[in-house]
């Protein structure tokens, strides 16, 4: 199983909703991420867990909340989000956090904020 | 901070025809260069990497060298498909430390049958 896999693949919420974003990989690694894609626009680092430990927050506004309950499982918390967050939100996955190694990314969920 | 240009605009051609996009990165040390894919719907897929000055990376008849004396990562195919048609990004990896990929702006290529 080479997959990460995002629940739900589509999105739309209010801004005063609290919903979640989930991530799942079954290949062993140890490193997850969140990136956030506006269209047309090349993926931005948000979050980095290392051994289900937070070791980068690339300053991203406290509406965003990471969790990363287990080695398999990563997910993102939403409340009270802006318009202006509306993109598609990746997560991908490497063996560990290390220069050089091979990101997996999953489909991405689409978000909307109206 | 390291960075990795692309070049501008997206790239229209033919099916069969030559392909090339321009890479070029500035960094410290000696990084990894990757070439990253991504279809209409989807996340990335790693397409090609190199490691090291003069390494070849090559995948689906796409191939990319890396060269360190025009610190240049250009991505080449000698005959596209209409399934090539994707967005690909250029990126970096630092020399060491943490896998944060800086990524080019990706350049939308299209082929028409």
């Known amino acids: 199983d080479t997959e990460v896999t995002q629940t739900p693949k589509h999105l739309v919420m209010g801004m005063t909703n609290k919903k979640s974003l989930k991530c799942e990989q079954h290949m062993g690694h140890r490193a997850m991420y969140w990136y956030k894609q506006k269209a047309k626009k090349p993926p931005e680092l948000m979050f980095v867990?290392?051994?289900?430990?937070?070791?980068i927050n690339e300053s991203v506004p406290s509406r965003f909340s990471p969790e990363c309950p287990n080695s398999s499982l990563l997910n993102l918390h939403l409340h009270a989000l802006q318009p202006e967050d509306s993109a598609l939100y990746l997560c991908?996955?490497?063996?560990?956090?290390?220069?050089?190694?091979?990101?997996?990314f999953g489909s991405g969920t689409q978000l909307s904020v109206l | 901070g390291d960075s990795v240009t692309q070049m501008e605009g997206p790239v229209t051609l033919s099916e069969e025809a030559f392909l090339t996009i321009n890479c070029t990165y500035t960094?410290?040390?000696?990084?990894?260069l990757f070439w990253y894919v991504q279809y209409p719907g989807e996340g990335l897929q790693l397409l090609l990497k190199a490691t090291k000055a003069d390494d070849k990376g090559s995948n689906k008849g796409f191939e990319a060298t890396y060269r360190k004396e025009t610190t240049s990562f250009h991505l080449e195919k000698g005959s596209v498909q209409v399934s090539d048609s994707a967005v690909y990004f250029c990126a970096l990896t630092p020399y060491y430390g943490n896998n944060r990929l800086a990524f080019g702006k990706g350049n939308q290529v299209v082929v028409i049958p």
């Open positions: 867990y290392s051994y289900e430990k937070l070791s």
């Open positions: 960094a410290t040390g000696y990084p990894s």
């Open positions: 991908a996955s490497s063996q560990v956090d290390a220069t050089n190694e091979k990101l997996f």
